[in-house]
C-alpha cells in the first residue's frame, strides 16, 4: 500500500528522508497551507506534517476524510485540535526532543542579551552614540535563577546556568526528588522562585493551569530588579500585566519568544513597554532542530502508518 504524506511550514525535506526513501511514501511539500493545493491534496493525504505556522481545527481535520496521523515538527500543540483528531481517530504525534537543545541555547541567549542590554547598546553604537555608562548591565554569577518547569528544555536551561555559577531553583509540581536531585535544582513553591529569583525563565506547556500563570498578583511578588524570559509558550504570561510591571519598574527586563497570539499584534502593548526584547519564535529555529523535529515526526509516521503501531501518539490512550 501506497500512503500519501503532506507536509507543509517548510518542514525539513532532509529530515523527511526516511519518507523521501522509502518507496511505501509520497511525499508533497506544499508550504502555503492555505492555498487551493494545499486543501486539494489535504483531501487524499493519509499524513500531515507541519510546524508552528498551520493551524489544524476541527474543520481542517473534517476535511481529511483519509487522514490518519497528523505530526507536529516540534514540541507544542497549541495548533493542533487533538480532541477533534481524536474523535475522527487520527493519531497525533509531536517531537519533543529534537528542539531541546536550540530552546535552551535561545533562552541563553535572550538571558545574556537582556541583563547585559546588549540590544539597546548595539542601536545606540549604530546611532553613532558611546554612551557606556547608559549599559551598565548584570552578571550572571553569584545570582539565582528560578525556574517555572524543568522538563527537557528546564533542565538543559539549568545545566548551562550552573556552568555560569548561579545558584538553581525550580517550581515544578511534576519535577520527581529524583529528577531533580540529576539534574541539581532545588525544588521550591512559586512565591519561592518569585520571591527569590534574579532571573526568572518559563518552560511550561500552555494550559488551563498555566495560562495567565504570571499576571499582576505574580508582578508584584518578584523580588526587585529581577529579569524575566519566556521562550516556551505564549499566553503563561499575562502580556498587558508585564507591559505594566516593565512600566513601573516592578520588573528590570524581559525577554519574550513567544506570544499570545502570534505574529505580535501591531497594537500590543509590548511594542512601547522598555526594558523588553521581543523575538519572532524562534527558539526552535536552528538547522539541526529543524531536521532532528522532522526526522522525529518522520519516524512516528513510519511505525504508524507503515507497521500499524500508535503508541507513541499523544492521544494513544484514547485511540484504543
Not at 12 to 30: C, N, P, W
Not at 176 to 193: G, M, P, Y
Not at 252 to 268: Q, T
Request: glycine share 10%.
Amino acid at each position: 500500500m501506497r500512503y500519501k504524506v503532506l507536509a507543509t511550514d517548510k518542514v525539513s525535506a532532509e529530515g523527511l528522508s526516511v519518507l523521501h526513501q522509502d518507496d511505501r511514501f509520497d511525499v508533497t511539500h506544499i508550504e502555503d497551507s492555505s492555498s487551493d493545493a494545499f486543501f486539494e491534496t489535504l483531501k487524499i493525504a493519509d499524513a500531515l506534517v507541519v510546524r508552528s505556522a498551520t493551524s489544524i481545527a476541527s474543520g481542517m481535520i473534517e476535511s481529511a476524510r483519509e487522514l490518519k496521523v497528523i505530526g507536529r515538527a516540534g514540541v507544542g500543540i497549541d495548533n493542533v485540535d487533538v480532541e477533534a483528531a481524536t474523535a475522527r481517530g487520527i493519531a497525533v504525534y509531536n517531537a519533543p526532543g529534537g528542539n531541546t537543545i536550540a530552546a535552551a541555547e535561545m533562552t541563553m541567549a535572550l538571558m545574556l542579551a537582556l541583563i547585559r542590554k546588549i540590544p539597546a547598546a548595539e542601536r545606540s553604537v549604530r546611532d553613532g552614540l558611546w554612551d557606556r555608562a547608559a549599559f551598565k548591565g548584570n552578571e550572571l554569577a553569584g545570582g539565582t535563577l528560578g525556574l517555572i518547569g524543568a522538563g527537557r528544555i528546564g533542565g538543559e536551561v539549568a545545566k548551562r546556568c550552573q556552568a555560569f555559577g548561579m545558584d538553581r531553583i525550580v517550581y515544578d509540581p511534576y519535577l520527581t526528588d529524583e529528577r531533580a536531585t540529576e539534574i541539581d535544582v532545588r525544588l521550591v513553591d512559586l512565591d519561592d522562585v518569585l520571591g527569590n529569583s534574579d532571573v526568572i525563565s518559563i518552560h511550561v506547556p500552555l494550559t488551563d493551569e498555566t495560562r495567565g500563570l504570571l499576571g499582576d498578583e505574580a508582578f508584584s511578588r518578584m523580588k526587585n530588579g529581577v529579569f524575566v524570559i519566556n521562550a516556551s509558550r505564549g499566553g503563561v504570561i499575562d502580556e498587558a500585566a508585564l507591559a505594566r510591571a516593565l512600566a513601573g519598574g516592578e520588573i528590570a527586563g524581559a525577554a519574550l519568544d513567544v506570544y499570545e497570539h502570534e505574529p505580535l499584534p501591531d497594537d500590543s502593548s509590548l511594542r512601547d513597554a522598555p526594558n523588553l526584547i521581543l523575538t519572532p519564535h524562534l527558539a526552535g529555529s536552528t538547522a539541526e532542530a529543524q531536521v532532528e523535529v522532522a526526522r522525529e515526526v518522520a519516524a512516528h509516521v513510519v511505525r504508524c502508518l507503515g507497521h500499524g503501531d500508535r503508541g507513541g501518539a499523544l492521544n494513544a490512550a484514547q485511540l484504543r
